[in-house]
């Protein structure tokens, strides 16, 4: 059951697929980096930010939009600090290219273990130069799996042995790669090989920030955009992968969907829209004019607007910016 005035999980897997097919057929599909530097710089900006905070990092969006813009260091934090969020920023725009503009790294497969292993040397590397796991022997660099038992984590999630971790590494593979004919719904699909990647934890250390990677990688090459795991939302995160854990993936499968839902309405739409497109109202909001507020304006005639076959409104930026201003002169006379 959702909240009042809250969509339902239902209704946010239907906005989704909708949203990605009207992408895909309106809009040509995911831009590629070279094509949108701006969509993807803002996206680049916000999950290298909010993905590391996950895990502990105390810079804040503007540190970290410094840092990757101008190559400058500042807020006086740790050297660590800056080397994670650098680190993690080199892994993202890697699989933002090769998502989208493979090279010589594919094999026709969704996802390989190479590729796997790439992205926690690249997330990795720099702050394990100056900062190395402690526990960590020389066959446990980046890119390699742990040669170390772990310890259940709280809620009961069990890593297995590492001798078993190259084995299940292997299958989770081959899982991933079905995912775009898994059966039922794609969320829950995806919610469950995310899970699993967590719960294998194949590295001795950087595996929350190496599964979100992978599976934005994943999802970039099956047309969606990336999700963002936002710190605000750590602990509903890790609640719904023990609840994934557990055998239930529907709750993690609807916080992964509005996650990728919000990248495409805030980041993606808007920008491959341009003013004139119709689309949906959710595309179309800011801080000053929320979805429900545009869309009581436009239920009350105040913002031009027209319902779709499926019953939802849709206005553009013209005529969101065209209220915008007549409310703003109502609000001064």
């Given at each position: 059951?959702?909240?009042?005035?809250?969509?339902?999980?239902?209704?946010?897997?239907?906005?989704?697929t909708e949203g990605v097919e009207e992408l895909r057929?309106?809009?040509?599909?995911?831009?590629?980096?070279?094509?949108?530097?701006?969509?993807?710089?803002?996206?680049?900006?916000?999950?290298?930010?909010?993905?590391?905070?996950?895990?502990?990092?105390?810079?804040?969006?503007?540190?970290?939009?410094?840092?990757?813009?101008?190559?400058?260091?500042?807020?006086?934090?740790?050297?660590?600090?800056?080397?994670?969020?650098?680190?993690?920023?080199d892994a993202a725009q890697w699989v933002y290219q090769?998502?989208?503009?493979?090279?010589?790294?594919?094999?026709?497969?969704?996802?390989?273990?190479?590729?796997?292993?790439?992205?926690?040397?690249?997330?990795l590397s720099k702050v394990w130069e100056v900062a190395?796991?402690?526990?960590?022997?020389?066959?446990?660099?980046?890119?390699?799996?742990?040669?170390?038992?772990?310890?259940?984590?709280?809620?009961?999630?069990?890593?297995?042995?590492?001798?078993?971790?190259?084995?299940?590494?292997?299958?989770?593979?081959?899982?991933?790669?079905?995912?775009?004919?898994?059966?039922?719904?794609?969320?829950?699909?995806?919610?469950?090989?995310?899970?699993?990647?967590?719960?294998?934890?194949?590295?001795?250390?950087?595996?929350?920030?190496?599964?979100?990677?992978?599976?934005?990688?994943?999802?970039?090459?099956?047309?969606?955009?990336?999700?963002?795991?936002?710190?605000?939302?750590?602990?509903?995160?890790?609640?719904?992968?023990?609840?994934?854990?557990?055998?239930?993936?529907?709750?993690?499968?609807?916080?992964?969907?509005?996650?990728?839902?919000?990248?495409?309405?805030?980041?993606?739409?808007?920008?491959?829209?341009?003013?004139?497109?119709?689309?949906?109202?959710?595309?179309?909001?800011?801080?000053?004019?929320?979805?429900?507020?545009?869309?009581?304006?436009?239920?009350?005639?105040?913002?031009?607007?027209?319902?779709?076959?499926?019953?939802?409104?849709?206005?553009?930026?013209?005529?969101?910016?065209?209220?915008?201003?007549?409310?703003?002169?109502?609000?001064?006379?």
């Amino acid at each position: 059951m959702s909240m009042r005035g809250r969509p339902s999980r239902q209704a946010i897997y239907r906005q989704l697929t909708e949203g990605v097919e009207e992408l895909r057929t309106r809009f040509g599909g995911l831009p590629t980096p070279l094509e949108a530097e701006d969509i993807w710089g803002n996206i680049w900006y916000q999950e290298v930010h909010n993905s590391t905070a996950i895990e502990g990092n105390t810079l804040v969006l503007k540190e970290v939009e410094v840092l990757l813009s101008e190559g400058r260091a500042v807020g006086a934090k740790q050297l660590t600090e800056y080397l994670e969020v650098r680190g993690y920023a080199d892994a993202a725009q890697w699989v933002y290219q090769q998502g989208l503009t493979p090279g010589h790294w594919t094999t026709g497969e969704l996802i390989t273990l190479t590729e796997v292993r790439h992205v926690h040397t690249l997330a990795l590397s720099k702050v394990w130069e100056v900062a190395p796991h402690p526990d960590a022997t020389e066959q446990e660099r980046p890119g390699a799996f742990r040669r170390h038992g772990i310890q259940s984590f709280p809620g009961g999630m069990q890593p297995p042995d590492w001798p078993d971790v190259p084995a299940r590494m292997s299958t989770w593979v081959e899982r991933a790669c079905k995912l775009a004919s898994a059966e039922g719904a794609f969320p829950d699909a995806l919610a469950d090989v995310h899970a699993e990647f967590e719960r294998i934890h194949p590295f001795l250390d950087g595996n929350g920030r190496t599964g979100r990677l992978v599976t934005n990688l994943l999802l970039i090459r099956l047309g969606y955009p990336a999700a963002i795991i936002r710190k605000a939302d750590r602990t509903r995160y890790l609640q719904n992968l023990r609840r994934a854990d557990a055998g239930d993936p529907a709750p993690l499968g609807e916080f992964l969907a509005r996650a990728i839902l919000d990248t495409l309405m805030r980041f993606i739409v808007p920008s491959v829209a341009g003013p004139a497109r119709l689309v949906p109202l959710t595309a179309l909001a800011d801080a000053q004019l929320s979805a429900r507020a545009l869309r009581s304006a436009a239920e009350r005639g105040r913002l031009r607007a027209q319902r779709d076959v499926s019953g939802q409104w849709r206005s553009n930026r013209r005529w969101v910016d065209e209220y915008r201003a007549r409310r703003y002169q109502r609000s001064h006379d």
